[in-house]
């Protein structure tokens, strides 16, 4: 499985302000996904990273609040722009698509990164 | 728009007892994960089931990919304190490429 590096793990910020994390992967995948997890609820899809354009975003989420870079097959970042307490939540990034079929459908989590908005 | 109905909402089981939690759908997976979340961690894969009927195991956790495509079941053997967390089941639709969907979550929490 591959090894996913996510920073930063926690951060308190100040509503208005953005924060941007980083996903960092050990080995070269097609897919990377990021999640919300609010407290004590499942996990939501925000968007798919995609390399070398724009990410694809599902309903519910923009991109003026929630912009995505890809630059690579290793790495991508999600922000969350103006921030307000409503988007206290953990951040996820996800990926997927390394290796053969049918493995290379399995999804693998970096730690997260639990935000908490004042 | 897709759901997965992930059952029980939780459970508190005596250590050394088996638990049993399932998730159904009206729509059709390619392939059904089963994750377990510890608190400040991100989801860790478990199992991973490929084909309908597939049946497949890791250790005391054996899980079966239903023939329907619709449903799967995770099944713990002789549950154990460190057993405890958040299992979530989780499908990628025919279709939709590697997306997933999530269900709710079962909380396991086990008496020692």
């Known amino acids: 499985s591959a090894v996913i590096s996510q920073k930063p793990s926690r951060d308190i910020c100040q509503r208005g302000t953005s924060l941007t994390i980083q996903c960092q992967v050990d080995?070269?995948?097609?897919?990377m996904f990021w999640y919300r997890q609010q407290p004590g609820q499942s996990l939501t899809l925000i968007a798919t990273?995609?390399?070398?354009?724009?990410?694809?975003?599902e309903s519910g989420f923009v991109i003026d609040k929630f912009p995505i870079s890809r630059p690579n097959l290793t790495f991508s970042t999600l922000t969350v722009s103006n921030m307000s307490p409503e988007d206290s939540s953990i951040y996820l990034c996800?990926?997927?698509?390394?290796?053969?079929?049918?493995?290379?459908?399995?999804?693998?989590f970096g730690q997260g990164t639990r935000l908490t908005v004042v | 728009g897709q759901q997965l109905n992930q059952s029980p909402q939780s459970m508190f089981i005596q250590e050394g007892e088996d638990v049993s939690m399932n998730c159904t759908s009206s729509?059709?997976?390619?392939?059904w994960l089963w994750y377990k979340q510890d608190p400040g961690e991100g989801p860790v894969l478990l199992i991973a089931?490929?084909?309908?009927?597939e049946l497949t195991s890791n250790g005391r956790l054996t899980a079966q990919f239903g023939i329907t495509r619709k449903d799967s079941f995770l099944n713990i053997s002789a549950s154990i304190p460190s057993d405890v967390g958040i299992y979530f089941c989780?499908?990628?639709?025919?279709?939709?490429?590697?997306?997933?969907?999530f269900g709710a979550g079962t909380i396991l929490r086990v008496k020692s």
């Open positions: 989780a499908g990628q639709l025919e279709g939709y490429g590697n997306k997933l969907v």
């Open positions: 080995s070269q995948v097609t897919m």
């Open positions: 996800s990926v997927s698509g390394s290796g053969q079929l049918p493995m290379n459908t399995e999804a693998f």
């Open positions: 089931l490929y084909k309908a009927g």
């Open positions: 990273a995609n390399q070398g354009s724009e990410a694809t975003y």
């Open positions: 729509s059709i997976f390619n392939t």
